[in-house]
């Protein structure tokens, strides 16, 4: 009880203290924010290393004297395994001790890190490193974003690597060549050939180094061995299917699966972003510009698909909260309108960098029965009202100051943002990622019905 107590404690006076630091020193703008000086870059990177190292050896205790890894990196702090809790705070972390990847998030203390194997993710981090090996990430700061460093990795055999965010799709980067990679994800093919969820993973990725080391022979092979044991009831396998297809040029089968895959899932980016590349290679410029367009903007976090998709053309449930003024809302006041339920936070940098695209649709369809409800998963309810003021925000926000544990994220399953829902007239859900420049589209489309 009490070290939860001094926990809570040194939570509360590390946000005073960066309140405080912010009142000093002059408001940081966004672009700043994202891109330090290269210098500065440098700088952070090192250190951000060093607290890695520091983070691994004491990860490595733990695991000594527990015989298990922490429950989240804030079990860490302790004399016997971390004495220094800023060791736990990253140098390029603008938030002061927030995961990037809300879901990362750590519950007891500031921690600028993402554990990847805290308790919602221990199954399936467990599987993945039967199927990938123990280079996957063990902990990741994603506060370094840019053309060459999306994540800092500490692996699970606590070295430290850098790759993009979906190391999934790329995981040769955790390997030192790769032939390493792909022997590894042989072995682990081997071991487990079919996966629900990883093969739509390793299947592609697997062909596409085959392809780069020519050996493209190999991918056939590789199809065949999916065909026989893919779950033929599953949209992702064929999914996954008609990737390696289209890798191997088999332009036209390829198209006719994802057909039927839009047809089934009109809006998914993904599809479309799979039918934009067969119709550029099949020379049918103006159908790969359209599904290019509809298959806009990639999201910026690292997104599971979320139940949500169920939703999309049934009656959203609704909600009854108070927004920041005290007054009820739920999203029945909202009738008759087409509704935009945006997911965010002022911490989050990408939700920040989306919020101009999403006042420009506000301001031009706000007077023909467009709204929008902002779901704040914010902790600082005065950082929150500022950034609204200064930015000139005027619709209604709900506010609860849990973060993750916001009642209408969890009354929802949103466990990543930005999220956006667009809910029609009639309280309908029309999309469940709808993002930038879609979103102007769509909104205007739906006051059209
Ligand atoms: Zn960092």
């Known amino acids: 009880m009490k070290t939860i107590l001094t926990i809570g404690i040194v939570w509360s006076l590390l946000i005073t203290a960066a309140i405080a630091q912010e009142q000093v020193i002059p408001a940081i703008r966004l672009e700043e924010a994202i ?3 290269p210098e500065q870059r440098e700088k952070n990177l090192e250190i951000c ?11 490595e205790v733990y695991l000594e004297v ?5 429950e989240w990196l804030s079990d860490l702090y302790h004399p016997k395994y971390l004495p220094d809790p800023d060791v736990l705070i990253c140098p390029a972390d603008r938030s002061g001790g927030i995961a990037l990847f809300s879901a990362n998030i750590d519950p007891k203390m500031p921690v600028s890190y993402g554990y990847q194997f805290h308790p919602a993710y221990r199954a399936r981090k467990t599987e993945a490193r039967l199927l990938y090996g123990d280079v996957i990430p063990l902990v990741r700061c994603r506060h370094h974003a840019g053309q060459d460093t999306s994540c800092l990795n500490l692996s699970f ?14 995981p040769e980067q955790l390997y030192e060549t790769p032939e390493q990679t792909i022997a590894a994800l042989e072995a682990g093919l081997e071991r487990h050939p079919y996966h629900e969820r990883l093969s739509y993973y390793v299947y592609p990725v697997l062909a596409r180094l085959y392809i780069e080391s020519e050996h493209k022979e190999k ?7 999916f065909r026989s044991k893919m779950n033929t009831d599953s949209a992702r396998d064929y999914f996954t299917l008609g990737t390696m297809l289209g890798q191997m040029n088999r332009n036209e089968e390829a198209l006719q699966l994802f057909k039927e895959l839009e047809a089934q899932t009109p809006n998914d980016p993904n599809v ?4 934009a590349g067969l119709h550029e290679k099949l020379g049918n410029t103006d159908l790969a510009k359209e599904h290019q367009r509809k298959g806009e903007p990639k999201p910026v976090l690292l997104r599971e698909p979320e139940p949500a998709m169920e939703l999309i053309g049934k009656v959203v449930p609704d909600f009854s909260a108070t927004d920041l003024d005290g007054n009820p809302i739920s999203l029945e006041q909202y009738r008759g309108k087409v509704v935009l339920l945006d997911f965010w936070a002022v911490w989050c940098a990408p939700c920040i960098a989306e919020m101009p695209k999403i006042k420009k649709v506000y301001d031009t369809y706000k007077n023909e029965g467009f709204d929008i409800i902002g779901i704040s998963l914010d902790f600082d309810k005065k950082r929150l009202r500022d950034y609204l003021k200064e930015n000139d925000i005027p619709w209604r926000q709900v506010f609860s ?3 993750m544990d916001n009642p209408v994220a969890l009354h929802y399953n949103v466990r990543s943002i930005p999220t956006q829902w667009l809910i029609d007239k009639d309280g309908s859900l029309i999309s469940h990622q709808v993002r930038g420049e879609t979103l102007k589209e769509m909104v205007a489309e739906a006051l059209k019905e």
Do not use: C, F
């Open 401 to 403: 100051g849990k973060i």
């Open 49 to 59: 290393m060093q607290n890695l190292i520091k983070l691994g050896k004491s990860i």
């Open 219 to 225: 991918v056939e092979g590789l199809i065949k061995l």
């Open 66 to 70: 527990n015989g298990d890894y922490p």
């Open 272 to 275: 479309h972003q799979q039918l």
């Open 35 to 37: 891109v330090p000086t």
């Open 157 to 170: 055999s606590l070295k430290i690597t850098q790759s993009v965010s979906r190391w999934e799709d790329a």
